[in-house]
């Protein structure tokens, strides 16, 4: 079992930045990809961004330029740097973690509200 913990979300303005963190404990394999979606009220989870163990990143597009992925994997951490705010990325945040066996894990959640 994988259990991931979120920190990191809060209140931010427009423009402003936040930086979520997550850290992953439990039975991991060392080759996984580790990653971040997002949900507002009424809408679909939607993948944010996403890296591999090898490094390789994915972002949404509506994310791309504003948003950086990135991991320490001796720590089993994943850290979503967030600039640059819109309203519209307002959403409960959750980190998300893919095994090799096809294993999917989630973490509880984070909110981010971007408002004045």
């Known amino acids: 079992q994988v259990q991931l913990v979120e920190s990191g979300g809060g209140l931010v303005q427009p423009g402003g930045s936040l930086r979520l963190s997550c850290a992953a404990s439990?039975?991991?394999?060392?080759?996984?990809?580790m990653g971040w979606y997002r949900q507002a009220p009424g809408k679909q989870r939607e993948l944010v961004a996403d890296?591999?163990?090898?490094?390789?990143?994915n972002y949404a597009d509506s994310v791309k330029g504003r948003f950086t992925i990135s991991r320490d994997s001796a720590k089993n951490a994943v850290y979503l740097q967030m600039n640059s705010l819109k309203p519209e990325d307002a959403a409960v945040y959750y980190c998300?973690?893919?095994?090799?066996?096809?294993?999917?894990?989630w973490g509880q959640g984070t909110q981010v509200t971007v408002s004045t």
């Open positions: 998300n973690m893919k095994s090799p066996r096809g294993s999917i894990y």
């Open positions: 439990g039975t991991i394999f060392s080759i996984n990809t």
């Open positions: 890296i591999t163990s090898g490094g390789s990143t």
